[in-house]
């Protein structure tokens, strides 16, 4: 897996809870505004709110993804081998 791979997994596993925990209280409070949901005020309300948690979840995952970015360009581990030959020459006793 590649870096980018793996940022974007992160980016799309914090897209899914957001989403899925709007789904669950959609299954459970939907029925309050199902039916007339422009003449109902909580309506209004819940909108607001979903709206809020997009908001403020995207930007928690975006500034995870960077955090992770950052930990990662100061962490970089060099793959290459590197050799070191001793050329001094020991003298026989």
Request: charged share 30%; glycine share 2%; net charge positive.
């Given at each position: 897996m590649s870096e980018q791979e793996l940022l974007d997994n992160i980016y799309k596993r914090f897209q899914t809870t957001m989403i899925g925990a709007l789904a669950r209280f959609e299954d459970s409070f939907g029925h309050i505004w199902e039916n007339e949901p422009d003449n109902n005020p909580v309506w209004d309300t819940?909108?607001?709110?979903?709206?809020?948690?997009?908001?403020?979840?995207?930007?928690?995952?975006?500034?995870?993804?960077?955090?992770?970015?950052?930990?990662?360009?100061?962490?970089?581990?060099?793959?290459?081998?590197?050799?070191?030959?001793?050329?001094?020459?020991?003298?026989?006793?």
């Open positions: 819940w909108e607001y709110t979903r709206n809020s948690i997009l908001n403020n979840g995207n930007k928690q995952a975006r500034s995870a993804i960077d955090d992770i970015k950052k930990f990662l360009s100061q962490n970089k581990v060099n793959n290459k081998y590197t050799y070191k030959f001793n050329l001094r020459q020991e003298k026989d006793v």
